[in-house]
T-cell receptor, first 114, second 114 residues
Framework: DAKTTQPPSMDCAEGRAANLPCNHSTISGNEYVYWYRQIHSQGPQYIIHGLKNNETNEMASLIITEDRKSSTLILPHATLRDTAVYYC???????????????FGQGTILTVHP | DVKVTQSSRYLVKRTGEKVFLECVQD?????MFWYRQDPGLGLRLIYFSYDVKMKEKGDIPEGYSVSREKKERFSLILESASTNQTSMYLC?????????????FGSGTRLTVV
């Protein structure tokens, strides 16, 4: 799976949009971009994933550049409960290769301030 | 709301004890996973199960066993707990074994072996 690079930390004011970047310059055509987050002392929580197109769900939006070398997770109206470590990972759909494999890097610590 | 429930948030056990960690999911997922998470080491896969009574070793199965008698329940067993098994244990479930299906995690069990 492609390596991903994220800033170690970011701050955001409550009610504002949080934009979390992720670089994945070596991503291959069959690799999805997945975002999970982990609130302190809890299990990881799936947020969103995408392959080529931008995606939106009730939690967030995912913007993937046309060349797929980077992406941005957008939390449109951040709340204090969004304070967490956010992980961006690239996951292959090649089959038989990624069972159970969730290689989280250091992620981005997002702190939402009042 | 779909859920993966781990029976205990915190456990303290003595060295040599047999320890059972229970995980139940209500999503009718066929695939369930056990991980441990330690600072600096990320998520490490212990065992996973792709069907009732079926199990596969992950990356660090030594000292652990699992049981899946019913589809919704996946148990992790520490046969004889040791201090190096002090960790956060995370259960997850998914429609598929491959990571690109996305995983739903429980809240975790923080186990301390003294």
């Amino acid at each position: 799976d492609a390596k991903t690079t994220q800033p170690p930390s970011m701050d955001c004011a409550e009610g504002r949009a949080a934009n979390l970047p992720c670089n994945h310059s070596t991503i291959s055509g069959n690799e999805y971009v997945y975002w999970y987050r982990q609130i302190h002392s809890q299990g990881p929580q799936y947020i969103i994933h995408g392959l080529k197109n931008n995606e939106t769900n009730e939690m967030a939006s995912l913007i993937i550049t046309e060349d797929r070398k980077s992406s941005t997770l957008i939390l449109p109206h951040a709340t204090l409960r969004d304070t967490a470590v956010y992980y961006c990972i690239a996951v292959s759909n090649a089959g038989g290769t990624s069972y159970g494999k969730l290689t989280f890097g250091q992620g981005t610590i997002l702190t939402v301030h009042p | 709301d779909v859920k993966v429930t781990q029976s205990s948030r915190y456990l303290v056990k003595r060295t040599g004890e047999k320890v059972f960690l229970e995980c139940v999911q209500d999503m009718d997922h066929e695939n369930m996973f056990w991980y441990r998470q330690d600072p600096g080491l990320g998520l490490r896969l212990i065992y996973f199960s792709y069907d009732v009574k079926m199990k596969e070793k992950g990356d660090i199965p030594e000292g652990y066993s699992v049981s899946r008698e019913k589809k919704e329940r996946f148990s992790l067993i520490l046969e004889s707990a040791s201090t190096n098994q002090t960790s956060m244990y995370l259960c997850a479930s998914s429609w598929g074994t491959e990571a690109y299906y996305g995983y739903t995690f429980g809240s975790g069990t923080r186990l301390t072996v003294v």
